[in-house]
């Protein structure tokens, strides 16, 4: 029985896929499919099954899942310990939205490579929509989420911060100098807006839906800076966590509306699936995040 084996059973474990676990571990999918069988001949009982392109535990299976698991646990434990100055080494793979990316994490990266520079961060940039599946298919290690609280039963999620958000537009707007706003002011703007598999985007189009607005006119992006630029611009109203809008509200180049958005009610969370194996790299990830960002 080898290390390499008992990885690759692992990964196919947790993404149910050969495709994507010969994509993780850079193999050609024949060289999973040599690598199971063999373990399979070795311990002599199936494994697992496939259904179409899906993968699926036997009861076999899913009683060595654990043993597969403890093992790995044991073996990156071991070559912590070995390497030189018991320094860790491995790869935290991380997804987050742009906003987070931007805005929030930077600074943890920074302190994480100074605290463990034998580790290698692998940053995904992911949508919304994405980062939990990400999590679930085996693609990340530990995700980012700017939403409502993720009180999923296979994921655990660790909170970091609650964050506000501004309505906001260029100094020379229509709207910029008014000292309170009501719905009818909204009537023919445009509003700059993420595109909308964005969770605080919903949020912000029901809410103003629910306080009689007509049907809003808008501009979709996916970039957070395209609609800083555009509001600059002159271009219409936009929606944004306050993170994002620092530096232009700072300078003057943004102007935040008088329009109560605490309806609005979100936090960055820090997620990682429950039933992964922890390597002690992507623990101490986790726990500089918990230091770092709470």
């Known amino acids: 029985m080898e290390i390499r084996q008992l990885k690759t059973f692992w990964t196919l474990a947790s993404t149910c896929s050969f495709h994507q676990t010969a994509e993780l571990l850079s193999y050609v999918p024949s060289t999973i499919t040599m690598q199971i069988k063999s373990l399979e001949e070795e311990l ?21 899942l654990p043993y597969a698991t403890k093992i790995l ?44 520079p034998g580790v290698r961060l692998l940053f995904r940039p992911l949508s919304g929509q994405e980062l939990k599946s990400s999590l679930r298919e085996g693609h990340t290690d530990v995700v980012f989420v700017l939403d409502e609280h993720v009180g ?100 003057g180049e943004l102007v935040a509306l008088p329009w109560d958005l605490t309806d609005i009610s979100f936090s960055a969370q820090m997620l990682w699936h429950r039933e992964k194996w922890i390597s002690p790299s992507i623990a101490a990830f986790i726990q500089v995040a918990k230091r770092e960002l709470s």
Do not use: W
Request: contains cysteine; aromatic residues 8%; glycine residues 6%.
């Open 44 to 64: 002599g009982v199936k494994l697992l099954d496939r259904l179409g392109k899906k993968v699926v535990l036997t009861d076999a299976g899913q009683q060595f």
């Open 73 to 116: 646990n044991d073996v990156e434990e071991a070559k912590c310990i070995s390497s030189q100055h018991g320094e860790l080494a491995g790869t935290v793979v991380i997804g987050a939205d742009e906003v987070l990316c931007a805005y929030l994490l930077p600074a943890l990266f920074k302190r994480f490579r100074a605290d463990y």
């Open 152 to 251: 999923a039963k296979d994921l655990h999620s660790a909170f970091l911060k609650n964050e506000t958000f501004q309505m906001v537009v260029s100094p020379d707007h229509m709207l910029a100098s008014r000292s309170a706003l009501v719905i009818d002011d909204f009537r023919k703007q445009h509003f700059l807006l993420t595109e909308k598999n964005c969770s605080y985007r919903a949020y912000f189009e029901q809410s103003l839906l629910k306080k009689g607005a007509d049907v809003l006119t808008e501009l979709e992006f996916h970039s957070v800076e395209a609609i800083k630029q555009c509001a600059v611009a002159g271009l219409g109203i936009a929606l944004l966590p306050e993170m994002a809008l620092k530096q232009e509200l700072s300078k």
